[in-house]
């Protein structure tokens, strides 16, 4: 039983961190109606500058802090990331404007691959370390109920918490803000956004922006926990399941099947994958998800599809 | 001047029905066909063969494959990588579980199994579609990714997960030197490149067309959806089991499962993106260049004096612009640059 809620509990946690890059996917898609592929790659460029830049900062400065380098990392990061917001409007989204679907998703497959070429030659390819201070000792809890008691991570807790404080502001910033409500204006209808006067290049340049932000935070926590290399980017590949679980449109659908799929991974995994000759993680949340769109086209929590002729 | 189809004139339905109405393409055509067939293997040295040319046929005709799905059906699919595996494993098992299978026969026995998971995995695309589709289609490729790793019975129990085949012949003749296993290629390429041609030119063509372009006024209009999807998806994968089969067997010789992963399904949507949208001509454009690009930027870093990690990086870099940059400038790829190419050669010299 210990052993089976310490396996119930790890499913969470993961979840949790598969949820938070879904986010940015379900952010821009639901504030654009872009299917971002380069979630991943986004994750993993703002990570890759992260721990360069915090690498870097003491040695520029000549500071010791490592809050202050950590902040000052923090900072230039997110600039990074605002600027590669406003660089794919420039020159790709803006160029796309009322295309299909199915366009603008292979535009972000292009962005993927360039992203990781580009944020690899000017940070390096190698094993990078983001420490910002997460506490590293593991939890026992319940020691009186079980022998040993069930092992959690604290950084896992962290990481909770931090990803339920996005969740919750940016529900928030997009049912109740003018800025979210032109969001999911263009989301709905590129040309009839922009013929009510709600500028286009603006709403992408924030919401890539919001999406790079969700994304630093993303590859901070990974980062910290798993160190920063290429493959991080293809987290972006465990998230998809994820996304598509949850609803293209619902961001608390993207925590929720975060946590299902994490669950059902972990539990498969340590369960029925032995029967099978093991590593059925890796396929696991795909087939899920296949089933569950046979019966639900548009996800949990998505908005119901409508055609039209 | 030369191009020009003036005093051309079809007097009867066939004519008028040919794949190459005009008679300077029919020239052209059977010219490079004949070069194809009989220069380039008299002079071709080793290296184009194995790094170039056998490559290139076999992944354009699974560029060919995808390209039927993904431009003339609309139906999006990353998961080309399994289906190909799918052709390449079951060709292997058909090849060494019976006695005295011919390789052509295992080879199509491939694609026809592949054409099986095709469907299969195509049937979600009945109720699904677009975005959703897409990462629906991933799961064909982390599934077999995973079963073909795992499961001992699909490699015939080898110890070491990857699987040989060796001493293939065709009617007695062998198929070892790089020209032979070139030819080998090629005969199947031409062969599915006339059927392609013609089953898009067809009513299922048609009928795929018209779901990519507007699936619901299609249903309207009396196209059956499922009818119209489903042969999308076993046509697509049979070319693709069939390029598989072909990549493992003679480029490859033995290959483990990570032969077709994920990037090779990339590579392979890049090339249909490139090349062309709807468009057989395009594949083959496509094929060319993703074979060679990385091959220019290797040998392009390596002269300016970049080491390889860097020489990876920038290749990645020049993909992702390059998808970019067609998507914005030129949807229709590299083929349509070259119908514009023609079309201006015929008004030539007089532009209007």
């Known amino acids: ?309 | 001047m030369l191009y020009r189809e003036n005093g051309q004139f079809k007097t009867s339905y066939r004519a008028d029905q040919q794949v190459f109405p005009i008679l300077q393409d029919r020239v052209a055509i059977w010219g490079l066909v004949l070069l194809a067939i009989v220069a380039v293997p008299l002079v071709a040295p080793e290296y184009l063969f194995r790094a170039i040319l056998i490559p290139f046929l076999i992944l354009s005709l699974a560029a060919l494959g995808l390209n039927i799905l993904v431009g003339y059906c609309g139906q999006i699919s990353l998961g080309t990588g399994g289906f190909m595996a799918v052709g390449a494993y079951a060709a292997y098992n058909f090849f060494v579980r019976v006695d005295g299978m011919p390789v052509v026969v295992a080879i199509l026995m491939g694609g026809v199994c592949a054409t099986v998971v095709g469907v299969l995995f195509g049937i979600p695309s009945l109720r699904i579609k677009g975005l959703y589709l897409a990462v629906a289609t991933l799961a064909a490729q982390f599934f077999t990714d995973w079963a073909f790793l795992r499961i001992k019975w699909f490699t015939n129990n080898s110890s070491s997960g990857s699987v040989n085949v060796a001493g293939l012949n065709v009617f007695g003749f062998p198929i070892e030197t790089p020209a032979q296993k070139y030819l080998f290629c090629l005969g199947f390429v031409l062969v599915f490149a006339l059927i392609a041609k013609n089953l898009v030119r067809s009513h299922i063509g048609r009928s795929w067309m018209a779901m990519r372009d507007m699936d619901v006024a299609a249903a309207v209009i009396g196209i059956r959806p499922v009818y119209a999807k489903l042969t999308a998806f076993a046509v697509s994968s049979f070319f693709v089991g069939v390029a598989g089969a072909l990549w493992g067997f003679v480029h490859l010789g033995s290959w483990e499962p990570a032969a077709f992963n994920i990037d090779r399904s990339f590579q392979l949507l890049f090339m249909v993106i490139i090349g062309g949208l709807g468009s057989i001509m395009g594949s083959f454009f496509g094929a060319a260049f993703i074979v060679i690009l990385p091959i220019v930027l290797d040998n392009l870093t390596v002269a300016l004096g970049f080491d390889t990690a860097l020489a990876a990086h920038l290749t990645f870099m020049v993909f992702g612009a390059l998808i970019v940059f067609f998507l914005i400038v030129e949807p229709h790829g590299l083929a349509r640059l070259w119908s514009t190419a023609k079309e201006k050669l015929r008004l030539w010299p007089f532009p209007h």
């Open chain 1, 1 to 309: 039983m210990g052993f089976f809620l310490e396996t119930l509990i790890g499913g969470l946690m993961s979840g949790m961190l598969y949820g938070l890059v879904a986010i940015g996917f379900v952010l821009i898609f639901k504030a654009s109606g872009v299917f971002n592929f380069a979630q991943g790659a986004m994750v993993l460029f703002a990570a890759l500058a992260m721990a360069r830049f915090s690498e870097w900062a003491p040695k520029l400065l000549g500071l010791d802090s490592k809050l202050i380098a950590n902040l000052i990392a923090f900072v230039a990061a997110m600039a990074v990331m605002v600027l590669v917001a406003w660089l794919v409007e420039k020159l790709v989204l803006g160029k796309l404007v009322n295309q299909e679907g199915i366009t603008l998703l292979m535009a972000t497959l292009g962005i993927t691959y360039f992203l990781d070429g580009f944020g690899q030659t000017i940070f390096g390819s190698d094993i990078y370390k983001i420490d910002v201070g997460l506490p590293k000792d593991p939890l026992f809890l319940l020691e009186s109920t079980f022998q040993g008691g069930i092992l959690v991570n604290k950084e896992d807790l962290y990481a909770a918490v931090i990803a339920a404080a996005l969740v919750v502001a940016l529900s928030i910033f997009f049912q109740y803000t003018a800025t979210g409500r032109a969001l999911r204006a263009v989301a709905d209808d590129h040309q009839a956004a922009q013929s009510i006067g709600i500028p286009l290049s603006r709403v992408w340049v924030i919401v890539w922006s919001v999406a790079g932000f969700v994304a630093l935070v993303a590859g901070i926590i990974w980062g910290s926990k798993l160190g920063v290399q290429f493959s991080l980017s293809v987290l972006a590949l465990k998230a998809l399941p994820v996304v598509i679980l949850g609803g293209l449109t619902s961001v608390p659908g993207a925590i929720i099947g975060g946590l299902l799929l994490g669950v059902g991974e972990k539990l498969s995994e340590v369960f029925i994958g032995p029967m099978v000759g093991g590593g059925i993680e890796i396929w696991f949340g795909y087939v899920v998800v296949l089933i569950v769109l046979l019966v639900r086209p548009q996800g949990l929590f998505g908005e119901k599809i409508i055609d039209r002729v």
